[in-house]
T-cell receptor, first 118, second 111 residues
């Protein structure tokens, strides 16, 4: 089974621009979560999607948004980029979203997209 | 205070040594995860546990729910074990992906 894939792997953008990152989950997985990793803050939860619906959102400004398509692929978008948005953005997929439906289930992480904002 | 605390932050060991990394948390959880991150960024899930102990090869993870504490042990450490080890928790009542992460422990194993 193919793992979680993320594109692009590296990206350089300028302050004020916007960016879209893509994540393709493991086949059969319906839950996709996004995380931001920075040297200062470590790993932080951004949001989670299941069946095209956002199930949960972390403490990030509205410039960070996402969506999930019917094939479970997900995109996240950051508008009006700031220098502090430079980070490794990771996505992870899982079978389900709600833990009490027999879970919790293991999260499978993608390789990440390294975003540099200049 | 962070909800998930790890110690130590950095650890250097000689090949063959027994290694322990600790994780304490302050929230109710449905599961605790141990993750491994190599240079380059990719994260691999090592363990997911909600009670007791799990073992994969040279790796052992334990959790004490009453004390809100977990440990990751590496027996007979090897230079290829050099990585950042991250503890994360799934809070009770939360959704699958809503993980709270520790800051990580950077392990370097010297030959």
């Amino acid at each position: 089974k193919a793992g979680v894939t993320q594109t692009p792997r590296y990206l350089i953008k300028t302050r004020g621009q916007q960016v879209t990152l893509s994540c393709s989950p493991i086949s059969g997985h319906r839950s996709v979560s996004w995380y931001q990793q920075t040297p200062g803050q470590g790993l932080q939860f951004l949001f989670e999607y299941f069946s095209e619906t956002q199930r949960n959102k972390g403490n990030f400004p509205g410039r960070f948004s996402g969506r999930q398509f019917s094939n479970s692929r997900s995109e996240m978008n950051v508008s009006t980029l700031e220098l502090g948005d430079s980070a490794l953005y990771l996505c992870a997929s899982s079978l389900v979203s709600i833990i009490w439906t027999g879970g919790p289930y293991e999260q499978y992480f993608g390789p990440g997209t390294r975003l540099t904002v200049t | 205070k962070n909800e998930v605390e790890q110690s130590p932050q950095n650890l250097t060991a000689q090949e063959g040594e027994f290694i322990t990394i600790n994780c304490s948390y302050s929230v109710g959880i449905s599961a605790l995860h141990w993750l491994q991150q190599h240079p380059g960024g990719g994260i691999v899930s090592l363990f997911m546990l909600s009670s007791g102990k799990k073992k994969h090869g040279r790796l052992i993870a334990t959790i004490n729910i009453q004390e809100k504490h977990s440990s990751l042990h590496i027996t007979a450490s090897h230079p290829r074990d050099s990585a950042v080890y991250i503890c994360a928790v799934s809070p009770s009542g939360g959704s699958q992906g809503n993980l709270i992460f520790g800051k990580g422990t950077k392990l370097s194993v010297k030959p």
